[in-house]
């Protein structure tokens, strides 16, 4: 659990700062489940430049709290929590200072969004909140107030957790709230887990992910892993203390998700990854007449392949469904062995290519149009499907039939320029498997849309 919190303060000498609003947002990694927003009365003057800066002036603050008055609520939310914040050194630091001058103790965890910044986003220009959030296309109203500012912070903070894609921020969290084993009421975890499409992670004591695994329930899954019987499912039910998810909202960003996260933290109860996923592939093909065929076979690779497949059972199927779609010839295509023409010219289903009746321009034009649409080789585009709450959405981007990364926005300029898309996306180093995994997806799914891109 997080507090996502910023705080404005009067100016003036360090460590003579006094408070004068505080916006905290108590945030279960997913959704924003408890707030509390105020103005505070700083007891003393606000440097002018800071009246020019936030907008808050002396006479705003007459009739606000008193810290002293706000200070029990600001203990219950951020309780059992790890303070977030941009530049969260400064913001640790007044609360600290406030309530020692009530002789209280405040001591909580912490993490900074700039430190988290500089390492999952290392091309930024610059770390301030304005300029990072502001590149990323992340709105934000009411700058250099507490609340807009702690709004553009867990957006940015969202952000920053779908990019990590080592866990690095969950392990840490976990470890420093832990401190060895957990409680039984902590090991009742199925029931903080949503019914929804997502990946999970189960831990050990010291964070380590033990497994991780995708579901459109994960909720469903995480408590079929704790009732499953043998040998290794009870290993990893005694060593489990904790499940983190991450709801993707689309079920094709868990696959990729999944697997690149596979690759990275290889948890020591999933199987080994595969170095490639498919077995069999579709492949073009000519007849000495010039014109296009499509075969199913085993994987060759020294020859460029139009999509792949887990078996020949599957790729032989899709040339069944492009032949009926786009009326291309069963026999060029291998599925039937008639010496003359197939049984589908007589039934006005073929336009008599197996015969030579039909031009090779006219055939070869529709067979591009099916390769085209079944295929993501040199392709551009943003696919965009499902986010994980209403008004957002998720995208992935392929350049030239690779596979760059995915992401999530809530505005439609975020996509439509280039510099911002590739800003938000998390990179990702999926290669050919993704593609398999997206291709494979896409042939029998659909997806919000599919966006070409002008390169």
């Known amino acids: 659990m997080y507090a996502i919190l910023d705080i404005e303060t009067t100016g003036g000498k360090y460590n003579e700062e006094g408070i004068t609003e505080i916006a905290i947002h108590k945030f279960d990694g997913h959704q924003v489940v408890d707030t509390f ?13 800071v009246v020019k800066l936030t907008g808050i002036n002396n006479k705003m603050l007459r009739t606000a709290p008193k810290f002293h008055e706000v200070a029990k609520r600001i203990i219950e939310i951020t309780e059992n929590t790890v303070i977030v ?6 913001d640790y630091r007044i609360l600290r ?10 001591e909580r965890k912490t993490l900074c969004t700039v430190d988290l910044s500089k390492t999952l986003l290392p091309d930024a220009e610059s770390y301030s909140l304005g300029k990072l959030v502001r ?24 952000l920053l957790l779908a990019k990590d894609t080592d866990k690095t921020i969950i392990k840490s969290v976990i470890r420093k709230e832990t401190h060895g084993e957990l409680s039984e009421k902590q090991l009742d975890i199925i029931q903080q887990i949503p019914s929804e499409t997502g990946v999970y992670y189960m831990h050990n004591k010291d964070g380590e992910i033990l497994f991780l695994g995708h579901s459109k329930n994960i909720k469903k899954r995480v408590n079929d892993h704790f009732i ?15 499940v983190t998810f991450e709801k993707t ?22 199987r080994k990854v595969k170095p490639i996923l498919y077995s069999h592939a579709l492949y073009k093909g000519h007849t000495k007449d010039g014109y296009t065929t499509l075969n199913a076979s085993h994987i060759n690779g020294n020859r ?29 295509n291998g599925i039937s062995e008639a010496k003359t023409n197939c049984s589908k010219f007589n039934e006005e289903k073929c336009n008599g290519a197996c015969i030579q009746k039909e031009s090779v321009e006219e055939y070869n034009a529709r ?6 649409k079944y295929s993501l080789a040199n392709k551009s585009i943003i696919i965009v499907d499902k986010g994980r709450e209403i008004g957002e959405y998720s995208a992935i981007l392929i350049k030239k039939g690779v596979f760059i990364g995915l992401g999530y926005y809530d505005l439609n300029y975020q996509i439509n320029n280039i510099t911002i898309l590739e800003s938000i996306i998390t990179p990702m180093k999926g290669g050919k498997n993704a593609i398999h995994i997206i291709e494979s997806y896409l042939r029998k799914k659909r997806v919000v849309k599919i966006i070409e891109l002008n390169t």
């Open 135 to 158: 590149s990323l296309g992340i709105p934000v109203s009411d700058r250099h107030r507490a609340n807009g500012d702690a709004l553009a912070t867990i957006k940015l903070f969202k």
């Open 97 to 106: 200072t406030e309530y020692k001058r009530l002789g209280y103790n405040f």
């Open 85 to 90: 914040a941009h530049n969260a050194q400064f």
């Open 367 to 372: 067979a591009s149009q099916a390769i085209k």
């Open 37 to 49: 927003i105020s103005l505070v009365n700083p007891e003393k003057e606000i440097q002018p430049f």
């Open 228 to 242: 499953k019987r043998g040998d290794r499912a009870r290993k990893l039910q005694k060593e489990t203390k904790k």
């Open 304 to 332: 460029e392949n139009i999509t792949t497949f887990n078996s020949i059972h599957s790729a032989k199927n899709l040339i069944y469904k492009i032949n009926e779609e786009f009326s291309l010839c069963d026999k060029l």
């Open 249 to 270: 909202g689309s079920e094709l960003i868990s696959l990729l998700k999944e697997h690149e996260e596979l690759l990275k933290n290889k948890p020591r109860y999933n």
